[in-house]
């Protein structure tokens, strides 16, 4: 369902599963992953080096130990990191981009990412938790998406999909759903491997 080319990796909510998915697309699609600024440790990006095998992992153009929010710990810190910077320094590679937070999650005090993604340009995959609320969380990220010009690939499920997210998305804006993750306790690289070995058979 889809190439080996980049796609930005968006979610309805923060701790959605989007590190998740985006290991198990590299792995399925061969591609490298890059996160341009992170928070929280260990790394988005060394659990993707952990998880995947023979995948190439960029380094974060920024990362803090502390799990915040990127915008405010920029502040805190005095760094500054824009959209402009990511796109500069953006690897020459076919890549999946995770994006941090949801859709309108800030980048800095001027910009999000959902301006990030929009000068990224690549096709979005979604990541979908069905939590309490993800229903409007999904269905208000879709809007949103759908009015930019930016191509919605499909979507993931991660987790046990209690209330037909699947079903209710599907129905309302004619997405494919690329897969159904289920609810783990523990993610290994087997795992992984296996979800990506099965995607799309």
Known sequence: MLDSSSYV????????GKTLISAILCQKLCVSYFKPIESGDPSD??????LTSGIKVYPPLISFAEEEPPHELLKRYGKRLTITQICQNLPHDKLIVE???????PLNDEETMADLALALNFPV???FRPYLGAINHSFLTVEAISHTKLPIMG???NGLDQWGLKDLVVRRY???CLG????LE?????????IAYKLWQ
């Open 180 to 183: 159904e993750i289920p609810e």
């Open 45 to 50: 990006s060394a659990r993707v080096r952990k």
């Open 155 to 157: 979507f993931f499920i």
């Open 99 to 105: 994006t941090a937070g949801g859709w309108y999650s």
């Open 186 to 194: 523990t993610i290994s690289p087997k795992f992984v491997q296996e």
């Open 174 to 176: 004619g997405l494919r």
């Open 9 to 16: 990796i968006i979610g309805n909510h923060t701790g959605v």
């Open 125 to 127: 995959v979604l990541v």
